[in-house]
T-cell receptor
Framework: GIQVEQSPPDLILQEGANSTLRCNFS?????LQWFHQNPWGQLINLFY???GTKQNGRLSATTVATERYSLLYISSSQTTDSGVYFC???????????FGTGTRLTIIP | DAGVTQSPTHLIKTRGQQVTLRCSPKSGHDTVSWYQQALGQGPQFIFQYYEEEERQRGNFPDRFSGHQFPNYSSELNVNALLLGDSALYLC???????????????FGPGTRLTVL
């Protein structure tokens, strides 16, 4: 099956810093989702981004499907951004999501 | 607009017991998927239900079974619980209709199961 890897595995930043999280996948995909898992376990949808670039406030994401990677940018980090960030891709169609290994982000005040 | 809801929030069981977890999908969604997330790992796909039938299954034993009701809500049943079944169980819903693109999935808050 498809393999999804994320980097870095851990990231510790001061409040106000910017960060870039990367997601690499081993096969062609027709869409990709980014999630933020908060300390209570809730997976929050950030982006549904098959290709191109999307922005939502301080967050933006870019997917380059032909090169099999996606990037999540977080600017002016806040302590509430702390948590684990996952990317996930489906097999073609409405099939299971395969999740990446996750990036644990810690924002220090 | 109600999101995905799950019940119960937490559950403690002993080895060998059986458990039933419940999920109501986001309004307008008709497809429900279940995932297991062990501590420190990413969610792993258990199975997906559409039109009251199991459409796809991950690498989980037959002790894990499910059901989808006519109102699209779903149950996950686990029999003969093992210590290793302790995990966060997540339900996700989506709207069928984009077979080429796949559909965005939305997750509930999860049920945290502890097996003693």
């Amino acid at each position: 099956g498809i393999q999804v890897e994320q980097s870095p595995p851990d990231l510790i930043l001061q409040e106000g810093a910017n960060s870039t999280l990367r997601c690499n996948f081993s096969d062609s995909v027709n869409n990709l989702q980014w999630f933020h898992q908060n300390p209570w376990g809730q997976l929050i949808n950030l982006f549904y981004i098959p290709s191109g670039t999307k922005q939502n406030g301080r967050l933006s994401a870019t997917t380059v499907a032909t090169e099999r990677y996606s990037l999540l940018y977080i600017s002016s980090s806040q302590t509430t951004d702390s948590g684990v960030y996952f990317c996930a891709v489906p097999n073609f169609g409405n099939e299971k999501l395969t999740f990446g290994t996750g990036t644990r982000l810690t924002i220090i005040p | 607009d109600a999101g995905v809801t799950q019940s119960p929030t937490h559950l403690i069981k002993t080895r060998g017991q059986q458990v039933t977890l419940r999920c109501s999908p986001k309004s307008g969604h008709d497809t429900v998927s279940w995932y297991q997330q062990a501590l420190g790992q990413g969610p792993q796909f258990i199975f997906q239900y559409y039109e009251e039938e199991e459409r796809q299954r991950g690498n989980f034993p037959d002790r894990f079974s499910g059901h989808q009701f006519p109102n699209y809500s779903s149950e996950l049943n686990v029999n003969a619980l093992l210590l290793g079944d302790s995990a966060l169980y997540l339900c996700a819903s989506s709207q069928e209709g984009q077979p080429l693109l796949g559909n965005e999935q939305f997750f509930g808050p999860g049920t945290r199961l502890t097996v003693l």
